[in-house]
């Protein structure tokens, strides 16, 4: 449990956390679905770790094709001239796997860095074409799409946009649900908006599949518009709604899909943008350009060897139709515990899901309550609990999340009824 013992303040400042915390639960050890903490706590890992490790922990191969590509060739970076032969297998595997034809794959390190690479080629592709007064991009209230400037300019999430001063001009958000506030959007905006950006499943706002016919509704008003249509599937990609991408589960085709996260299960940090032929065509027409964007680390070898062994993964073992099965179990269960009035919600679909919470319950003490009993959730704010498991967990762990889930539940709103 969180390490306490008066000491002072450590020196890693951690990440979504009150810099003055000092205890900390000391995660050392993991396989498959389970994790151990230094005090030998064993958790079920209810979020993939945090929405990422589809193929579970403690997979040798994935750690056997990272140390044989570092052993190989420990990194030299791709500007200009060079390559590796890791990042130009992955990047095959990619084309080879992305929903639309004809697709080539840039390189990042997250996911963070993965949208403001496709905000910026969505803007890039109007101004090489003249027209650089293009460059509004629209995004969804409710949306997460990373914390660099970009991203944090372009998400519906309030307390993640405060205290950063001026964001990123340009950048309208509408109604997480509502197709006539994009439109009118792109009525008010007329031809000065570069593309539309959404999560195809809203993950870390909450878990929203979209309305039915919202992501045919968006790709019809992008077409009329001219603008592009961009996928965030950090979290939706590989594997987590029983597809390769949320594209192939609604069958809806956008511009671009940035991705990160289930590309390596965590492995190695890698994202990246499929970038479709209406961009790709654009940027290759004329040879004298230069994109002169990219980072140290894209296309690091050891990255796209975790990520391309990753895929051998979750191909070789079948992972994609584990996630219509955790659905299978994990809804009936979350609906069971709204049916006896300990929650108030069910949202979600295939393998992520989040229970909302009444009023008066705080999804951070049900949380605080699960670790206790050895499950791991992610609370979003104080109003649901998600939950996103990696595919290779077994039934009695989805019965014991479920278990523990509904005697958190229990006992935090027994305490809330005395107080």
């Known amino acids: 449990m969180p390490v306490s013992d008066d000491r002072p303040t450590p020196p890693f400042l951690h990440p979504f956390a009150r810099p003055a915390a000092t205890e900390f639960i000391e995660i050392v050890r993991g396989e498959g679905a389970l994790i151990w903490d230094a005090d030998g706590n064993e958790y079920v890992d209810a979020l993939a770790s945090l929405w990422y490790c589809n ?115 340009g950048v309208v958000q509408v109604h997480a649900e509502s197709l006539d506030e994009v439109a009118a959007a792109l009525a008010q905006h007329g031809d000065r908006v570069a593309a539309v950006i959404t999560e195809p499943v809203q993950g870390a706002g909450g878990v929203f599949p979209p309305p039915d016919g919202y992501l045919q509704g968006l790709r019809e008003l992008c077409d009329a518009n001219g603008a592009l249509l961009l996928y965030d599937e950090e979290i939706t990609g590989f594997g987590r709604l029983g597809t390769w991408w949320g594209a192939d589960r609604y069958g809806v085709t956008p511009d671009l899909i940035t991705f990160a996260k289930g590309v390596t299960s965590g492995y190695q940090p890698l994202g990246g943008v499929l970038v479709g032929p209406r961009v790709r065509e654009v940027l290759e027409s004329d040879d004298t350009r230069w994109l002169r964007h990219g980072f140290t680390y894209s296309g690091h070898p050891a990255a796209c060897a975790a990520a391309s062994a990753n895929l051998a993964v979750l191909r070789d073992d079948d992972l994609l139709a584990r996630a219509p099965h955790i659905g299978a179990v994990l809804q009936p ?18 393998g992520i899901w989040a229970l909302a919470m009444h009023a008066d319950t705080s999804a951070m003490d049900v949380r605080d309550r699960m670790l206790r009993n050895g499950v791991i959730p992610r609370p979003i704010a104080t109003h649901s609990v998600a939950f996103c498991p990696p595919l290779v967990i077994t039934d009695e762990q989805l019965d014991r999340t479920l278990s523990v889930t509904r005697d958190a539940l229990e006992a935090v709103r027994a305490r809330a009824s005395t107080t």
């Open 55 to 169: 193929v579970g922990h403690g997979r040798a191969e994935l750690a056997d094709a990272v140390g044989e590509q570092l052993r190989t060739l420990d990194a030299f970076h791709t500007f200009e001239l060079f390559t590796n032969p890791a990042a130009e297998r992955l990047t095959a595997e990619l084309a080879a796997l992305a929903p639309m034809p004809d697709a080539r794959v840039f390189l990042t390190n997250s996911g963070s860095e993965s949208v403001d690479t496709a905000m910026k080629l969505a803007r890039l592709f109007w101004s090489w074409q003249g027209r650089a007064d293009r460059s509004v991009i629209i995004s969804r209230d409710r949306a997460y799409h990373g914390v660099t400037y970009g991203g944090t300019s372009a998400q519906g999430l309030a307390p993640n946009k405060e205290h950063w001063g001026d964001l990123l001009g």
């Open 333 to 350: 269960g979350l609906q069971a515990i709204v049916d006896d009035g300990l929650a108030s919600g069910v949202r979600g679909t295939d």
